[in-house]
């Protein structure tokens, strides 16, 4: 029997709550596979189940098919579609005899991620449904069946629903935090993430394959990594790292992902200028929290970039300091990276690889012939199963590869000076569950350096992929001869930039004779890649070391000389490269690291923490220099806070000067949320702090109009 069908009632807003989708939106419906939601139907006169026809059907992508999963056909009565991976049931609360049913539609907790039209029919004989408009179909994480599925509701809420974190930059001894902004609940956001879905390579070469694939999280992810880079598609972010911005900002500009991806999709998909690995790293993290996989940043510091691939970075001195090669082999300062929360049956039939993902959208190597890397298993890391997909290899050796030290001499020729087999990898990081204190997943990753167990690990490693013999010192940290020479670099103030620094370099000796040694000290602007980007100065000196007595060499490195080459770099390298006069052979280096603390700015929120309630943002600065700044700004952002960026300018600030800028607010969502301020000007670059705001929701409140 053909009838005709009156209202249908998506219920976006409940169903949208149900399926924890509600901050996206409230206006168009967005479920998680595998869980039920429903959809009312209100016919002129009663409805009945056993007999009446009401059939449904959702697709996704070009040439939808049952056959790729991106087609279902469903219904009732009961039976029909009975091959469908859709299911539906008549709700309790339809009211039949008036013509009002509900149903219970669920999903598969495999159906493919993305926009699905959805129609309806209800009789055999017609050849077109009545469309019922779009639902959106996310990954469910609250989903035992879905391949992402996270056990614990405080993970869920952190790596899923959190629209803010924390991502540590600096070095192993200098670590600091960098509040973001990830927003992945903001207007337009997931329509962004499903339009770098739709335009990414595979999906323009086989379009119906690649909607099909979205089912699973592990190809999803390994898409996102390669569309968060502009390397070799039409991706979001291109990379620099030599400090000419030139047509765009530097990647430090940036306080969170969603101007990045507002930008991609006004630009046309034309790339936006420019990103670095805790960018790339932080946008992805959005990608995927938007997309309902879990995801967290994660910071490798003294980070391995081994590009021959045989878990081993060669560092090269000379009398002035690090030495530029010509292999693209660093250890940088800190890498970061995400982790993401899957499934791995395609690795085990049991639980052996699922958990957490090693992901990194950042271009480095090519994987498969794209620029990507991952999803690998941590657990493969751990171990040393490199035979692993995704790019097990190169995660294992950004934690794990040995460093070699050599000294170049002046003719060209090079000696060994040690092999350090346990300063990469350094207190890998990630923001703790629920608070915005710093955790240490070292472990996760490697076994403690100096034991048995990392040793073994690590030389297994290194026989699948070099084929090679163990490497000998299982058990030592350093492989060097013995030193009659100690050395070290000791900081004797904190390091402040717009202050100068002062560090001694302290040398001691239990030779029995005094030696005359040539001590050349240098200082050099380094990018956080490793790479040496400028000259600061350089001492040479003569001096007698006695035995068993210090001999100190002081070191004094004024801002006035420094201050210029760290604006567009991270760190500063001090080196001493020292030679004992009457035995050329005799060369010891010792190096420091060492990243100054900005001058403080501060944020704080001022006024009642409720939804829809006027609030102030108050920043403030001081000039910490003997000198004006030129060209100030002050910018902040804050997803559920501000709907966009607020900014005011200063054309100069005097020596000493205090700026406090207040700016209003109305916070629109609820939540734990944060308020991110950002400080320019001539002689600092993108000074940055963050407040955190717990916004308290009001049930009734109506939102103010645009």
């Known amino acids: 029997m053909d009838f005709d069908i009156g209202k249908v009632e998506l219920h976006c807003e409940k169903n949208n709550t149900a399926h924890n989708t509600n901050d996206i939106s409230v206006n168009r419906l967005i479920v998680r596979r595998g869980q039920s939601f429903l959809v009312t139907f209100d016919f002129h006169g009663p409805f009945r189940p056993t007999t009446d026809m009401l059939e449904l059907m959702v697709e996704t992508g070009p ?7 991106t087609r279902s056909v469903f219904g009732i009565p009961e039976g029909r579609g009975k091959a469908s991976s ?3 049931e008549v709700h309790p609360d339809s009211v039949l005899l008036e013509g009002s049913i509900t149903l219970d539609i669920t999903s598969p907790a495999d159906a493919p991620v993305g926009e699905y039209s959805l129609s309806v029919k209800t009789s055999a004989n017609a050849t077109v449904g009545r ?3 779009k639902l959106l179909l996310l990954f469910n994480p609250w989903c035992q069946e879905d391949w992402v599925h996270l056990p614990e509701e405080e993970e869920r809420q952190e790596y899923v629903m959190r629209e803010q974190g924390l991502v540590y930059k600096g070095s192993d001894k200098y670590i600091s935090s960098l509040a973001w902004d990830f927003g992945q609940f903001e207007d337009d956001i997931v329509d962004i993430c499903l339009k770098m879905l739709d335009v990414n390579p595979k999906c323009l070469r086989d379009p119906a394959k690649d909607f099909s694939a979205r089912c699973n999280p592990i190809y999803v992810s390994r898409v996102v990594s390669a569309m968060i880079n502009a390397n070799d598609d039409g991706g979001v972010l291109l990379g620099r790292w030599d400090g000419q911005y030139n047509g765009g900002v530097s990647p430090s500009h940036w306080n969170g992902s969603v101007e990045v991806l507002r930008r991609w999709l006004n630009y046309g998909g034309y790339p936006v200028k420019y990103g670095q690995c805790w960018v790339f790293a932080a946008v992805m993290c959005t990608v995927l929290r938007c997309l309902g996989i879990p995801c ?3 910071t490798n510091f003294q980070s391995a970039h081994d590009t021959d691939k045989n878990l081993t970075i060669d560092d090269f001195f000379s009398d002035y300091g690090v030495r530029p090669k010509q292999s693209q082999d660093s250890v940088w300062n800190y890498h970061v990276w995400v982790e993401a929360w899957m499934r791995r049956p395609d690795l085990s039939g049991d639980s052996l690889y699922d958990g957490w993902q090693a992901v990194d959208p950042t271009p480095q190597e090519k994987s498969t012939g794209v620029y990507c890397c991952g999803p690998a298993p941590v657990k493969a890391i751990l171990q040393g199963h490199i035979d692993l997909k995704y790019d097990v290899p190169f995660v294992f050796a950004e934690v794990n590869a040995d460093r070699v030290t050599w000294m170049v001499f002046a003719d060209g020729s090079k000696k060994k000076i040690l092999t350090d087999t346990g300063s990469v990898g350094q207190n890998i990081s990630t923001k703790a569950v629920g608070s915005d204190k710093r955790v240490d997943i070292t472990a996760n990753y490697k076994y403690a350096e100096g034991t048995e167990k990392e040793r073994t690990v690590y030389n297994n490693a290194a026989n699948r992929v070099n084929n090679l013999e163990e490497k000998e010192n299982s058990n030592g940290i350093l492989d060097r001869k013995p030193s ?4 070290k670099i000791v900081e004797l103030t904190k390091p402040l930039s717009g202050k100068d620094i002062d560090l001694k370099l302290v040398l001691n000796s239990d030779d029995r004779e005094t030696r005359t040694l040539v001590i050349h000290v240098n200082v050099q602007a380094m990018r956080y890649t490793g790479i040496p980007s400028s000259k600061i100065q350089t001492e040479l000196k003569e001096q007698k070391l006695r035995p068993n007595q210090d001999l100190i060499i002081p070191i004094h490195i004024p801002f006035s000389v420094y201050g210029e080459n760290m604006r567009e770099s991270n760190s500063i390298k001090v080196s001493a490269v020292v030679t004992d006069k009457d035995n050329s052979d005799a060369v010891y280096i010792t190096e420091k690291d060492i990243v100054p603390e900005n001058p403080s700015l501060t944020i704080k929120a ?12 108050e920043v403030v600065f001081e000039n910490p ?3 004006g700044l030129r060209d100030c700004s002050i910018t902040v952002t804050g997803s559920g806070l501000l709907t966009e960026t607020m900014e005011a300018r ?3 600030l005097k020596q000493g000067q205090r700026l406090r800028v207040k700016m209003p607010f109305t916070p629109y969502r609820p939540g734990p949320k944060k308020l991110v301020a950002n400080f320019n000007c001539d002689q600092f670059r993108n000074i940055k702090a963050s407040c955190n705001v717990d916004i308290l929701p009001v049930t009734s409140a109506v939102p103010p109009l645009p």
């Not at 040439?63 to 999963?69: F, K, N, T, V």
């Open 296 to 298: 967290r940043v994660v």
């Open 484 to 487: 009659d020479v100690s050395m």
């Open 606 to 617: 001022i006024g009642s923490e409720l939804q829809y309630s006027d609030m102030m943002a």
């Open 63 to 69: 040439q939808p098919s049952e056959a790729l999963g």
């Open 625 to 627: 220099l003997s000198e």
């Open 86 to 88: 859709w299911k539906v």
């Open 650 to 652: 200063f054309p100069f």
């Open 131 to 133: 469309s019922l408009g």
